[in-house]
Nanobody, 127 residues
Framework: QVQLVESGGGLVQAGGSLRLSCAAS????????RGWFRQAPGKEREFVAR????????SYADAVKGRFTISKNNAGNTLNLQMNSLKPEDTAVYYC????????????????????WGQGTQVTVSS
């Protein structure tokens, strides 16, 4: 089992920045892909970004490309999401997730491809 705990959410004005972190514990050896998703009230959970646990293989949703950066520490147990130039439409609960799948048709952009989830952290961007 893998446990994921997010931190770093909060309230920020439009144009500001936040950095989210996700600490992983447990048996992380089979978590090959780690990602960030978000869910706004009344909306479905959507893909934000993902990275391979070995590093690289990053991908971003079009809505955040150029503003958000996903990274992980060298030990691989902490996942980060640097969010710059935040917009009110970025307001959501952000979740980190881990996938044990070794292949994906959709590029690991579907929440159903992820087995492990954190509890989420609220990000609110005021206009």
């Amino acid at each position: 089992q893998v446990q994921l705990v997010e931190s770093g959410g909060g309230l920020v004005q439009a144009g500001g920045s936040l950095r989210l972190s996700c600490a992983a514990s447990g048996d992380t050896s089979t978590t090959y892909i780690r990602g960030w998703f978000r869910q706004a009230p009344g909306k479905e959970r959507e893909f934000v970004a993902r990275i391979a646990s070995s590093g690289g293989f990053t991908s971003y949703a079009d809505a955040v490309k150029g503003r958000f950066t996903i990274s992980k520490n060298n030990a691989g147990n902490t996942l980060n999401l640097q969010m710059n130039s935040l917009k009110p439409e970025d307001t959501a609960v952000y979740y980190c997730a881990g996938s044990s799948r070794t292949s994906s048709i959709g590029g690991y952009r579907n929440p159903s491809e992820y087995r492990y989830w954190g509890q989420g952290t609220q990000v609110t961007v005021s206009s």
